[in-house]
């Protein structure tokens, strides 16, 4: 381990010293590390349980683990909420194998939220049993599992592995040929509940609501044993997702390493525009020092396409860009899953490194001894970024963590107010699980599953009168004090519990023949995949030659250009209804639900390495269309009364942009959470208007809230706004001047949003 504490040590100096690097670190956080606090194996643990661990090297067990154990015995449904790589495994591993040596026929369901996930923490789960030497069955049953294995898998597995989308799609609508599973059933495992928020959150919310009927029907009430990483309300999500009462569990005591966590700032490069460094060139030259000390690292970025084009520049400095080079990768979501397990298990090999990844590396998948992590660009939130920085230094040693930021107004705030990011709770996750547009559709899949009784609930008061709308469509009847389903279509197949649609596009490379290297989801695919796109796959260029969109297939072939491609999305907005409105003075706040019209219209040309705009197409898809909650802001004549047409476009534009960077700090949301559209006359309001919307169906709650607290929205803004040193307007604040268009868009900006505060402040 110390040559491995020298390199990081050597690389950190490097970093700390060189004049390229060491003026743009803008604040260093110092962690110490934590030593384990550790008791005695418990007394009461099967004997041969005892013995596996010990020839695993563990004779003693950290208090959290000791803790889930002793909660659980009493009786108690827990969530377990402690860093990366703490030995949250071992919290439910032990209480379920204990439970199923003493009793053959005990069941356990592990549901973790991707296959990846599932797939490595059953390897971790299949040595412990081998240690053991009893015969306990666990299985992975998802959707790459063979069918002539699945009847197997429910007639004899003592430990089901699935996902969200299988428990949806595959478990529940036919519980009985699950039998053997519900009537036995005394664990549910929810591995990484953080990731379940937004829409996909409130979709699982209704799945295990499904759950909760069905156990009951068999006679059975599992304890619940929830893993997170660390949110601020993991007890209010937990109940929210099992509707139990749930202990918490939030006091580690698994070691820590030492980290060094760096703030850095890409230096301005245009000084009256206020444009800085891009954040991925950045990332690109923090990384090569890593590499040249022979740091194993794992840097970070925001889109697949920025993933794709960090590979190919770290390449081309290991190698010349040489395809075979290995010890340089990318992971994102559209590899193939067997290319994802082979990066792994060199990631844990030491094969690879440096890999570039997307959030699909944030989970709890074992990738090793990482020794540093750079972030290229703020990852939206408070969590998802020290579940990032956790990555690194998951053994021994020190680590390095590394936060570059971009020159959006959001990435600015945090990275010049390190009190904010090192002092604050990390965000609330958020999810509306009685949404009428979820609910109504895991209604219709609970009433295939199991008629519902006269007086039942399912989670809402209003559960009856739902029940009696889907009978009026024909979907349910009644008879003897029970609602049955009538309709012949069985409803879990029209229900994606994700965010995109679970209809994917694959990209086949027909270059040499044709083969299949890639998949895109379908909100993706209009961005990534048109005609005339630059696909970038493992640091590889491929143009689409064609889409065909009604078939989901993109034809590609290999090329080798000094551009990328980049989409432009245009959505246009249609109030439907208006559910709560407020006018203070000239400013007229409104929320309620509306219809979003969006759709690719053109691409840029953008040049490698200097990000040069060097041409466009167009791009002729279908629009796609959402129903959601807004929140808008509209501007009466006295405020825009002195200014010229083009100014008034400008102030909009820039409220919009502020909104949307500094909304997600009060939201405790992801920024990708919402979407704005500035309109200079909006037909519903006939005024210049900003809508901030929640960018799923249905919405989930976040336009809600920001109409509640549009003030505190509204200060910080023009906080952050006057304390940006441009002149101007910058990125780092209203926006690119390309965008805004006005040379006196801040200073109008400013005087705005002073307006718009005074006019909260007489109106109470």
Not at 723 to 734: D, H, L, N, Q
Request: glycine content about 6%; proline content about 5%.
């Amino acid at each position: 381990m110390e040559g491995l504490r020298v390199a990081v040590e050597l690389a950190l100096q490097e970093l700390l010293t060189s004049p390229d690097t060491a003026p743009n670190i803008c604040h260093i956080e110092s962690i110490p590390a934590q030593p384990a606090r550790l008791v005695e194996m418990l007394p009461d643990i099967q004997p041969a349980l005892r013995d596996a661990l010990r020839q695993l090297g563990i004779t003693e067990l950290y208090t959290h683990q000791a803790e889930s154990w002793h909660k659980l015995r009493d009786g108690h449904d827990i969530v377990v909420v402690t860093p990366t790589a703490s030995g949250k495994t071992l919290c439910y591993n032990l209480p379920v194998l204990d439970s199923i040596m003493k009793n053959n026929s005990a069941r356990a369901l592990y549901v973790f939220p991707t296959k990846a996930l599932a797939q490595d923490q059953v390897s971790a789960l299949h040595s412990l049993i081998q240690q053991t030497g009893r015969d306990i069955k666990t299985y992975t049953y998802d959707g790459d599992t063979p069918q002539s294995a699945r009847k197997a898998i429910r007639q004899a597995g003592h430990v089901v592995v699935t996902n969200p989308d299988m428990l949806h799609a595959a478990i529940l609508p036919h519980h009985t040929k699950w039998v053997k599973l519900f009537e036995n059933l005394e664990y549910v495992v929810l591995d990484e509940i953080h990731q379940y928020r937004g829409v996909f959150g409130s979709h699982f919310a209704n799945v295990l609501r499904r759950l909760e009927r069905i156990t009951k029907f068999y006679g059975r009430s599992p304890r619940f044993v929830c893993c997170s990483a660390t949110i601020a309300n993991p007890g209010e999500l937990a109940r929210l997702l099992t509707a139990r009462d749930v202990h918490v569990i939030d006091q580690s005591g698994a070691p820590k390493v030492a980290k060094k966590f760096l703030f850095y700032n890409p230096p301005v490069v245009n000084a009256e525009l206020g444009i800085r460094r891009s954040s991925l060139l950045e990332a690109k030259k923090v990384a090569a020092k890593l590499m040249r000390n022979d740091v194993q690292t794992i840097v970070f970025t925001n889109s697949r396409v920025r993933t794709e084009l960090l590979v190919t520049y770290l390449r081309q400095l290991v190698s010349g860009g040489a395809p075979k080079d290995q010890s340089v990768r990318g992971y994102r979501g559209g590899y193939l899953p067997r290319e994802r397990r082979q990066i792994e298990r060199d990631l844990r090999d030491a094969k690879i490194r440096t890999v570039v990844a997307t959030d699909a590396l944030e989970l709890g998948i074992d990738v090793g001894q990482l020794e540093a992590c750079v972030m290229s660009g703020y990852p939206g939130t408070i969590a998802s970024t020290w579940q990032r920085a956790g990555r690194a230094g998951r053994r021994d040693g020190q680590a390095i963590a590394i936060l570059i930021a971009s020159s959006n107004a959001l990435d600015q705030y945090i990275i010049t107010h390190p009190e904010f990011f090192f002092a604050k709770n990390p965000e609330h996750a958020l999810v509306n699980p009685s949404n009428l547009y979820i609910l109504l559709s895991h209604l219709k899949c609970a009433a295939f599953e199991l008629p519902f009784d006269q007086d039942e609930q399912f989670g809402v008061e209003s559960t009856q009168q739902v029940l009696n709308a889907l009978a009026e469509q024909n979907m349910l009847h009644f008879s003897a004090g029970k609602w049955y389903w009538s309709a012949e279509h069985f409803p879990a197949e029209d229900i994606s519990l994700r965010s995109a649609s679970s209809d994917n596009f694959v990209v086949i490379d027909e270059t040499s023949g044709a083969r299949v290297i890639a998949e895109v989801d379908r909100v993706s695919a209009p961005m990534l995949i048109h005609e005339g796109a630059i696909y970038i796959h493992e640091g590889t260029q491929y143009h689409v030659d064609r889409l065909e969109y009604e078939e989901h297939k993109a034809y590609v072939h290999r090329v080798d250009v000094d551009y990328y491609t980049d989409a432009n999305l245009a959505v246009a907005l249609r109030v439907l209804r208006v559910s709560n409105r407020d006018t203070r003075g000239e400013l007229h706040l409104g929320y309620g639900e509306v219809l979003t019209t969006s759709m690719v219209t053109m691409y840029k040309k953008v040049k490698l390495h200097t990000h040069e705009n060097i041409g466009s197409g167009e791009v002729h898809l279908p629009e796609e269309q959402m129903h959601t909650t807004a929140c808008w802001l509209a501007l009466g004549a006295h405020l825009t009364h002195t200014l010229a047409q083009s100014e008034v476009q400008s102030v909009v534009v820039s409220l919009a942009n502020l909104m949307h960077s500094i909304a997600p700090l009060f939201l405790m949301s992801d920024p990708r959470d919402i979407r704005v559209v500035p309109e200079v006359k909006a037909p519903f309001t006939e005024m210049p208007t900003v809508y901030v919307y929640d960018s799923y169906p249905g919405g989930i709650g976040l336009a809600e809230k920001l109409y509640d607290i549009c003030p505190h929205v509204l200060r910080t803004c023009l906080s952050h706004l006057e304390a940006c040193k441009c002149e101007s307007g910058c990125p780092s604040c209203i926006g690119s001047p390309l965008e805004v268009q006005c040379t006196k868009g801040k200073s109008l900006t400013r005087n705005l949003l002073a307006h718009l505060l005074e006019a909260f402040d007489q109106n109470g």
